[in-house]
């Protein structure tokens, strides 16, 4: 008789380090409703996944206008780098909403980030957290310019952020 033993079992178990995601809407100050579209569905039932970066662009255009008074005719704004992290579905006939918040202000460029969220048993439920890195740009150079002075105060005053 062979008895076999395995080594493999002995040996540690090791886990990723992953980032923390905060998902609390305490320190937002901006929140607005969302409509669902039919055509946001997808096959499978849910919202399709390509559709929660227009929920984050629909977001940050009523935050700029409603809290922050962007001048779109003088600066505009390109979006660098987004990112999104999916934590439950929505489906169509939810009642969702997204936070919105400014959680970096530098030099030509800043970090927007959302909590998009539906009603469930009167309660909100998180269903994605997501960020935008946004540079801050002359129409005419088609290049990074400082935030202006008006809207980065806007900003700072409205975030509290200093």
Not at 20 to 45: A, H, N, Q
Not at 76 to 83: F, L
Request: a positive charge.
């Amino acid at each position: 008789m062979m008895i076999l033993k395995t080594f493999w079992r002995n040996k540690p178990q090791y886990t990723d380090n992953k980032s923390v995601l905060e998902l609390k809407t305490d320190s937002f100050k901006y929140r607005t409703d969302l409509e669902i579209r039919f055509t946001d569905v997808d096959v499978m039932g849910h919202i399709n996944s390509a559709v929660y970066f227009t929920y984050m662009e629909i977001g940050r255009t009523k935050y700029w206008k409603q809290a922050i008074q962007w001048n779109w005719n003088k600066t505009g704004v390109v979006i660098g780098k987004a990112e999104n992290t999916y934590v439950n579905p929505i489906h169509l006939g939810d009642q969702i909403s997204i936070y919105v918040r400014t959680s970096r202000i530098g030099h030509t460029s800043f970090d927007l980030e959302y909590i998009i969220v539906k009603q469930k048993n009167g309660k909100e439920m998180v269903c994605c957290k997501g960020k935008t890195s946004c540079v801050v740009v002359d129409y005419e150079t088609k290049r990074p310019v400082p935030i202006p002075e008006r809207e980065r105060n806007k900003i700072i005053a409205f975030e509290q952020l200093q």
